[in-house]
């Protein structure tokens, strides 16, 4: 499989995997109250962020309190919002209802959006009960839990731990990878001193989908070996005015670089 042809498949799988978070089938639903919930659930999500769309998830919950996905959509305008106290009481709810539908996302946001480390971790190993294969994806689609876990290691100092999370996802047959998997494991190996290491999943990272980031440590390697590391430094800071950076619509990218950075190589 190519690159355009994995990277396309990514990103219908995030278009499918967001829409079956948001649309539940009514028809599946026990109990007229329950099932009339889940109607409103539904037209409010596609609403989500309007008075009307939390008013339809509050009739949701007064119809049938025990309907956890009218909780977790409530929560998320808060979350987007930065209101995290609202947000936790709501997601922590949803995720006491059904543990096997939301941890995974409660993990991700606390690993995303609160820097909540061994919070992510904590639901992330409790999620592995549940689903002992395979953990699922980010919402975003960017990356394997496993790895969003193996992250949260990295930034609790726990760096062998956290390449050794990736280093055998990776070996997994059938592993689908991430957008940045060998980046983030080639940030941990630097970071370790472990350069050639850091270099062999730059250099792979850099044939999958190749960004300002990626290009910036590629120079950090050289630089510290004492070879020729301006031409690098150059084609990272093209590269970021050319767009080609890690994005996130709401937060940044753990490990993300900024231009003043490269500037200061």
């Not at 948001?22 to 026990?30: F, R």
């Not at 009307?52 to 919950?61: C, M, P, R, W």
């Not at 909540?116 to 409790?126: M, Q, S, V, W």
């Not at 070996?225 to 690098?232: A, T």
Request: glycine letters at 6%.
């Amino acid at each position: 499989m190519d690159k355009f042809q994995r990277y396309y498949l990514s990103f219908l799988l995030l278009i499918v995997y967001t829409n079956t978070i948001a649309q539940v089938n009514c028809n599946a639903v026990e109990g007229e109250d329950c099932k009339k919930a889940c109607e409103l659930y539904n037209w409010a999500s596609d609403l989500q962020g309007s008075w009307e769309s939390q008013e339809g998830f509050d009739k949701a919950i007064e119809l049938c309190p025990s309907f956890s996905n009218a909780y977790m959509e409530k929560a998320v305008p808060y979350l987007k919002n930065g209101d995290f106290a609202t947000w936790k009481i709501l997601i922590d709810k949803a995720v006491a209802l059904d543990p096997k539908m939301h941890l995974g996302y409660r993990g991700w946001c606390k690993f995303q959006f609160l820097r909540d480390y061994k919070g992510a971790i904590r639901d992330l190993e409790e999620l592995k009960k549940y689903y002992p294969e395979d953990l699922g994806r980010s919402l975003n689609g960017d990356y394997n839990l496993d790895v969003v876990k193996a992250m949260s290691y990295s930034a609790l100092g726990q760096k062998e731990k956290a390449a050794g999370i990736i280093e055998r996802l990776l070996a997994t047959r059938g592993y689908m990878k991430g957008m940045f998997d060998h980046y983030q494991l080639g940030v941990t190996y630097f970071e370790l001193g472990r350069y050639d290491k850091a270099l062999e999943n730059f250099e792979k990272q850099s044939k999958e989908n190749d960004f300002a980031e990626n290009i910036y440590f590629k120079s950090k390697v050289s630089k510290i070996r004492n070879k020729d590391y301006l031409d690098l430094k150059m084609l990272a800071l093209k590269t970021y005015d050319d767009g080609k950076t890690m994005k996130d619509v709401y937060t940044q990218h753990f490990n993300k670089v900024y231009r003043t950075q490269i500037e200061e190589l």
